[in-house]
């Protein structure tokens, strides 16, 4: 097995990135990887790319992409004015989960989080998937609030 290699997400990761994102039970019904993308992909990576807060990470073996999340630098005034690391959209390829791959990317984003100097790091998983749930809380997450989203 090679060395996995993390970096920032380019616009010719995009397709890959998508794939990944649609390759899950959830993300089939929302996602959609057929070509040509739909131009909100790209208007989200273009902002996303722009946005000096925003990291999209890619994780290649072999130079194929095989993983993927976003990290978002958050400020704010609660917490004594600390920043807060936001990950999103976690994505391991199918043949590599429960590799440690996951594992190696939520480590990675939090290092980078405390490089950053943010005090909290949050994410949120969908209440249909109770196996992310367990993997985040096994990695020291605690569910510590309740998450409301209103689809607009």
């Known amino acids: 097995m090679s060395i996995p290699v993390f970096r ?3 616009r010719d990761d995009l397709t890959a990135i998508v794939a990944l994102l649609a ?12 070509l040509p993308l739909d131009s909100g992909y790209l208007s989200a990576f273009t902002a996303m790319d722009a946005d000096p807060n925003q990291f999209p990470l890619v994780v290649e073996q072999h130079g194929i992409v095989v993983g993927y999340l976003q ?12 920043w807060r690391g936001q990950i ?16 190696d990317m939520l480590k990675w984003a939090v290092g980078r989080c405390r490089a ?7 994410l949120t998983t969908d209440k249909e998937r109770p196996d992310a749930l367990r993997f985040y809380e096994n990695l020291g997450f605690t569910a510590s609030h309740e998450g409301l989203k209103l689809r607009i």
């Open 116 to 122: 950053r100097g943010c005090g909290i790091v949050q």
């Open 71 to 82: 990290l978002s630098f958050i400020p704010g005034l609660s917490h004594k004015g600390r």
């Open 88 to 103: 999103e959209s976690v994505r391991v390829a199918a043949h590599l989960r429960s590799a440690g791959l996951g594992k």
């Open 8 to 10: 920032r997400a380019t």
């Open 23 to 34: 390759d899950d039970p959830l993300g089939k019904s929302r996602e959609d990887s057929r």
